[in-house]
Structure formats: structure tokens, C-alpha cells
């Protein structure tokens, strides 16, 4: 049996972990969780909302489920997701974005990847306070982490039929950090002569997603453009309550939802686990469970298909009963 390392976080995370490991368990696959706890409400007991237990957890089992951990704005603790991407080189974030079934949104037939840089950039952590009314913030690029991320999203386009990548910079004003990082894109892309390469600027490729997204295919972006464009991607198939996302490094991988812990909604029964379903879908996916994925996708898609949605898609359904929705589907294609 494989252990997974399960990471319960904060907020809705609870909820809409149990709703997954519930999905799983009667998917059929036999997983032993090895449930972490981290984020905010561990601090009081271990000091550190991240301690050194959950990354050990990772390292033993080389595979994590992970739902949200609130980050405190402004000072405080580092966040627990920079923190656990860096600690583990978690290098690619990898948010695959496309339109679900009976999931009514602006654009049809949306299909794209986002490729988001995930260990520099301005979430390097390099900032100070010069003075009272002035702080600074070190945007970090380097051709090693930048040439690796291009590698990855061209190796991904080969092993994934995509046709295109696109790497999105602002190189007209930031002219030497996101200039490093186009010029490695650029000479990556010289040895994947099979795939079209594109450059754009982050301000028009805003634009044209919100105008002509089925232009896109895979994009490639440095980190903190990759955080905010891959929400706006997320709004273009149905919200934060779908989109999915996995964290990938050489020898770990952190799958969870785009979305944060959703403190707005926490504990009201309320949340969608679409997202956390369908990152752990991938998950089932990255460890073999290919048949199993495939069951439980087709559930999902069939309870969404059958009207059955969360509030955040304009629907009824309880977090609960959305769930219990997945599994009575589920229950007939495990038979
Ligand atoms: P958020 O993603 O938690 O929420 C934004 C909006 O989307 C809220 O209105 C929320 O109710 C809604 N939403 C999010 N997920 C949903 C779901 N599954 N079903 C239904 N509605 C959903 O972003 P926000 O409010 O900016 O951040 C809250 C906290 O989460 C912050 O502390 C932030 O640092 C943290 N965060 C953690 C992440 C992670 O653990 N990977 C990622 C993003 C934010």
C-alpha cells in the first residue's frame, strides 16, 4: 500500500480534505495517509507553522495531498506554501486550466497550462525595511532556476501534445530579472524545435486571456506573475472552487488546489472540493492509479453534469452533499 503524506491545512482545508479522502476511500485504492497538520493553528503548540515533522513527512513518502494554509498579511510567519516549495526545491507549479462540464462560464473549450516558476522572484523572501516610510523587495531571477522552469514546461508540452509555449515577462521594464528569464526561455525553446515558441508582456497577455483565451496553450511565467495570471486563468473556467495545481520538484511532488483556505466560508459547509478533487485526481494519477483517476473524474463529471454544484458555481449543493453526490456515482462505476 503507498503512504501519502496528507496535509489537512486550515480554513476550509479540513472540510474539503475530508470530502476528498472520503471520494478516494470509495474510488477503491487503497492509500495509508499519513496525516500532517500545519499552518496557524499549530504555531501556539510547535512554534512554526510549518514544522519540521511535515517536511520529513514528504521526504519519507516523496508524494503529499495538500489542502490551504492561511498566511497572515503583513508580518509574522513566512507562508507555509513558500516555505514547503522552497525546503523541498519544489520547482514547477503546474495549474492546467480548462472548462468543466456543466460548469457555465464566458469561454468555451479553454485548455491551457499554466507554468509558474516556484522557488524565486520576488517570493525569495529578500525584503527590509530601510526606514519607517520606505521597505524594499529583492526580485531574485537566476538562469539556472529559470532555464529549469523553461525545460519543464517544453518537456511537458512534448509529453502532453501541446503545441505552444508562451513565456510571459515584463523584459520591457524589469530589463535584466525577467530579461534573464526570457533570454533562458529563448535558448531552451532552441532545443524543441517540434513546439512554436511566443513571447509576450504580462499586461497584454492579462488582455488577451480575458478576451481570447482559447488563443493560449501553455504559459510559461515567472512567480509572481504565474501566482496572480493563474487566478485570472482560474476565473475563466468557473472560480477558484476548480482549479487544480501540483507542485513538482526532481524528487518531490506536492499536489493542492489553486485557492487558499477561505477563511470567509470556513466551517459553513459551503466550500467546493472540486479543486482538492481534481489535484488529487492528478495525484492518482502521478502515482499509477490511472483507472482509479479515471473513475473518479467521470463521477465528478457526471454529478456536475446532473446539476449538482456548490454555491460558487451557482448551485445548492452543500459541501456534504456535493460530496455525497460523487460517491453515489462512483458506487455504480466501481460495481
Ligand atoms: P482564497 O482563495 O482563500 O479565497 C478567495 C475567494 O474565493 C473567497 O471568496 C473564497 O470564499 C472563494 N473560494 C476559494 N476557494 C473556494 C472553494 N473551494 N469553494 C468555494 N469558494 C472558494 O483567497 P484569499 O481570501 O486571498 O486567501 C485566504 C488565505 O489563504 C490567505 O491567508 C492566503 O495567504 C491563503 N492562501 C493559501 C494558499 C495555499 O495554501 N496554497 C493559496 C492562496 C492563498
Not at 77 to 82: I, T
Not at 236 to 256: M, P, R, S, T
Not at 263 to 274: L, Q, R, S, V, W
Request: glycine content about 8%; aromatic content about 6%; hydrophobic content about 40%.
Amino acid at each position: 500500500m503507498k503512504t501519502i503524506t496528507l496535509i489537512k491545512g486550515d480554513g476550509i482545508g479540513p472540510e474539503i480534505t475530508d470530502a476528498v479522502i472520503k471520494i478516494i476511500n470509495s474510488a477503491g485504492v487503497a492509500i495509508d495517509w499519513d496525516i500532517q497538520t500545519a499552518g496557524a493553528d499549530v504555531i501556539e503548540k510547535e512554534g512554526t507553522p510549518l514544522p519540521q515533522r511535515v517536511l520529513e513527512s514528504v521526504k519519507r513518502n516523496k508524494v503529499a495531498l495538500k489542502s490551504p494554509v492561511t498566511t497572515p498579511i503583513g508580518k509574522g510567519f513566512r507562508s507555509v506554501n513558500v516555505q514547503l516549495r522552497k525546503e523541498l526545491d519544489l520547482y514547477a507549479n503546474l495549474r492546467p486550466c480548462y472548462n468543466l462540464p456543466n460548469v457555465i462560464t464566458r469561454y468555451d473549450k479553454v485548455d491551457l497550462v499554466v507554468v509558474r516558476e516556484n522557488t524565486e522572484d520576488l517570493y525569495a523572501g529578500i525584503e527590509r525595511q530601510i526606514d519607517d516610510n520606505t521597505a524594499e523587495s529583492i526580485k531574485r531571477i537566476t538562469r539556472g532556476a529559470s532555464e529549469r522552469i523553461a525545460k519543464f514546461a517544453f518537456d511537458y508540452a512534448v509529453n502532453n501534445n501541446r503545441k505552444e509555449v508562451c513565456v510571459v515577462t515584463k523584459a520591457n521594464i524589469c530589463k535584466l530579472s525577467d530579461g534573464l528569464f526570457l533570454e533562458s526561455a529563448r535558448n531552451i525553446a532552441q532545443n524543441y524545435p517540434q513546439i512554436k515558441f511566443r513571447e509576450i508582456l504580462v499586461d497584454n497577455c492579462c488582455m488577451q486571456l480575458v478576451q481570447n483565451p482559447n488563443q493560449f496553450d501553455v504559459l510559461l511565467l515567472p512567480n509572481l506573475y504565474g501566482d496572480i495570471v493563474s487566478d485570472l486563468c482560474a476565473g475563466l473556467v468557473g472560480g477558484l472552487g476548480v482549479a487544480q495545481g501540483a507542485n513538482i520538484g526532481k524528487d518531490y511532488a506536492v499536489f493542492e488546489p489553486v485557492h487558499g483556505s477561505a477563511p470567509d466560508i470556513a466551517g459553513e459547509d459551503k466550500a467546493n472540493p472540486t479543486a482538492m478533487l481534481m489535484s488529487a485526481i492528478e495525484m492518482l494519477n502521478y502515482i499509477g492509479e490511472k483507472e482509479a483517476a479515471k473513475r473518479i473524474k467521470l463521477a465528478l463529471f457526471e454529478t456536475l453534469n446532473a446539476g449538482i454544484k456548490t454555491a460558487d458555481l451557482g448551485g445548492s449543493a452543500k459541501c456534504s452533499e456535493f460530496t455525497d453526490a460523487v460517491i453515489s456515482r462512483l458506487a455504480i462505476l466501481v460495481k
